[in-house]
């Protein structure tokens, strides 16, 4: 028994250190699992936010054509709003389908961004779906457009922790 009892400090140490080790590979997997989550749902919303401003920008991008062709938009590619009436109704329903994944992963502010440049859009469309020839009208509707994507993106960048970026206006004579 003797033998034994010399022994237990260092059996009592060998178990202490084990379930210390584990203890501590337990705790830096479960920090390591959580920082994946969050990259993991950061990279979703990214992909959200990304998806929904190509779907309304693909609206937006017809518009300019439609626009043109009623004279109020130099587009220099010109469609007739009946050719362009199927692409805004695939691009509408690309914009919904879009949205709803805005709804689950954006955070508000995005979202609240996101449906303004929804509805400056949507302004546009019904400027174009009633046949409105109106140069200075239609600058003031893309102006809003433009503030209103701005917009989006700047919610966009700051709720995925990124630098404040261009804000894409178009300079005079049509560059950046």
């Known amino acids: 028994m003797g033998e034994f009892a010399e022994q237990l400090p260092a059996l009592v140490g060998v178990v202490v250190g084990a379930l210390g080790s584990y ?3 337990m705790h830096g ?23 929904y401003a190509l779907a309304v920008k693909s609206a937006v991008s017809l518009l300019f054509r439609v626009g043109a062709h009623l004279g109020n938009d130099g587009n220099p590619h010109p469609l007739p709003p009946q050719e362009a009436a199927p692409r805004l109704g695939d691009a ?26 929804a509805e400056a859009v949507a302004a546009m469309e019904r400027f174009v779906r ?10 003031a509707l893309v102006g809003d457009q433009r503030m209103a994507r701005e917009a989006y ?3 966009a960048r700051r709720d995925l922790a990124l ?9 005079p004579g049509g560059g950046l």
């Not at 805005?102 to 303004?116: D, I, Y």
């Not at 009633?130 to 600058?139: L, V």
């Not at 630098?163 to 300079?171: C, I, K, Q, V």
């Open 130 to 139: 009633d046949g409105t020839r109106g140069p200075g009208a239609w600058s």
């Open 29 to 51: 997997e479960r920090v390591r699992f959580r920082r994946e989550r969050v990259v993991r749902w950061e990279e979703r919303r990214l992909a959200a936010y990304q998806g």
């Open 23 to 25: 203890a501590a590979v």
């Open 163 to 171: 630098g404040p970026g261009h804000p894409g206006r178009w300079r």
């Open 153 to 155: 993106y700047a919610a």
């Open 92 to 117: 509408s329903q690309a914009r919904d389908l879009a949205w709803e994944e805005m709804l689950l992963l954006g955070s508000p502010e995005v979202v609240e961004a996101g449906r303004a440049w």
